[in-house]
Structure formats: C-alpha cells, structure tokens
C-alpha cells in the first residue's frame, strides 16, 4: 500500500527546536509514523508536554534541554542518539531565526549571528550524525528554513540572508552525501505558531499575510510536519538536494513591518 511508504517504522530522530510549534509537531508526526525521537530545546516543560505525547503514540522521546544556539550542543545531540537507541536515522534541524531589523540597524555581528544560528548550528549537527547514518545503511536529513530565502521582505536582511545560506547549503551537502544520506528543505511560509502569536494578534499585520499568501490563509505547524515526514519517509525516497515550499503560494514578500523608505 502506497501508505506504508509515509511510515518511518523504528527509525530513529533528531529534532531540534522540539518543544513548540513547527519542531513538536514534526516530533509528533514522526512517532506517530513509528519513529523514536530524540527531542531537544531551551525549555524543560515544553520538551515534557512533546514528549507525553509521542509515547501516547507508542513511540520513545529522549528529552535534551540545551542551548542550540551553540553549535557544540547541537552536534551533540547526534551521539545521545545513538547512546540512547543504538541508531540515528533522521535528523530534522528546525532551530533557527533572527529579529527583524532595519538594514541600517544590523551590524555585523547580527549577520554573524543569524548564519551561525541557521546554517552553522545545523551543518554541526548534521556533520555528526554523518558517521551513524552511514553505519545504519543511510539517512535523511530536513532542513527547515523560510521563504525568505528566496523572497524579499523588509526588515529581514539578517534572517533572509541566512535562510537563503540553508537552501544553498541543503543543496551543496545533497551533492556531498549522495546516494547514502539524503539532504532536502522546507522552505516556510507564514505558518501561525507560539513564535508569532504576538504578531497574529494585531489585525494590523496578520490581514495583510493572509491576504498575500495566495491560498489566504496562514499555514499550521503540522502542514510543515506532513512536508517532513514525506521527505523524511520512503515516499520521497528519490528526492535530494531539493526545497519544499510550504508557503500557500507565496512568490514576493509576505510581511511588511512598516520600515519607512530611507
């Protein structure tokens, strides 16, 4: 049955930025697909609550609280995979961002900043688990970045800068790991998650991204989950090197912060 090849029976996983939104959902749509999750983020209670329910799906979450800002934890997670459940086949890097700012309010240091947080942290952890997946007979990774990587938006210098460095670098490791390891994106649109509840509360601002989005609606957590557990899964077994655009058909830019012109 076409079904059974979603199923990502016994495998093993990383998540990181696991314990809200678009990180929860995709450790939750893993387990429910038959995998055991290794689940790491900032906060205690929120990696708790995730983790309560991947075993109601019958699955086994290992809960890491680190800073994933830090390269060095975020490698880690690797080894505490293969200690925990002897395997590592999925690592799903979601941990990212940066605050919107004027051009002229970024310095060099944001800019370092948001490239360590989005492409270095996740080349960190997935230069790790290079060695266990080869040793499982092979692996996928997810790269979870925005569309502001290929889409303008004003106040996002830093951010879209750095996604646009993810989607490149998701395609250059493919070409490195290929055929063994897998390395595909999602690129997100705007998507109504904790991280945006301030902004989703002003009409202000959450009318104008619904109504750029051409399916006129803002994306939930688990439309990203879904996109990740396809690529993750037998079902996109011939795809590498490529992004997913879980955007609502977002081409230009889809949040505009009231920047005034220079």
Do not use: W
């Not at 983020?41 to 699955?59: F, H, N």
């Amino acid at each position: 049955m076409i079904l059974e090849r979603f199923l990502v029976t016994d495998k093993v996983a990383v998540i990181t930025g696991a314990g809200r939104g678009i990180g929860a959902a995709t450790a939750i749509a893993l387990a429910e697909a038959g995998a055991d999750v290794v689940i790491a983020s900032r906060t205690v209670e929120d990696l708790t609550e995730v983790a309560s329910r991947v075993e109601s799906a019958g699955r086994k979450a290992h809960v890491v609280v680190a800073d994933l800002r830090e390269p060095e934890a975020a490698a880690a997670l690797a080894e505490e995979a293969v200690n925990t459940f002897g395997r590592l086949d999925i690592v799903v890097n979601h941990v990212g961002g940066a605050l919107p700012r004027h051009i002229l309010s970024t310095t060099v240091e944001h800019l370092e900043e948001a490239f360590s947080f989005n492409v270095s942290v996740a080349h960190a952890l997935t230069s790790a688990a290079i060695p266990a997946m080869l040793g499982g007979g092979g692996g996928s990774v997810v790269n979870i970045s925005a569309v502001l990587g290929r889409a303008p938006g004003r106040g996002f210098l830093a951010y879209g800068a750095a996604s646009g460095a993810c989607l490149q670098y998701t395609r250059l490791a493919a070409a490195d790991l290929a055929p063994r390891i897998r390395v595909n994106a999602v690129a997100v649109g705007s998507v109504a998650t904790s991280g945006l509840r301030d902004i989703l509360a002003n009409d202000a601002v959450r009318e104008p991204m619904e109504q750029a989005t051409p399916l006129r609606k803002l994306g939930e957590a688990e439309d990203v989950a879904a996109a990740v557990l396809y690529l993750s899964s037998a079902a996109g077994s011939y795809l590498t090197g490529k992004v997913l655009q879980v955007d609502g058909g977002i081409e230009g830019p889809n949040l505009d912060l009231g920047i005034p012109d220079l």
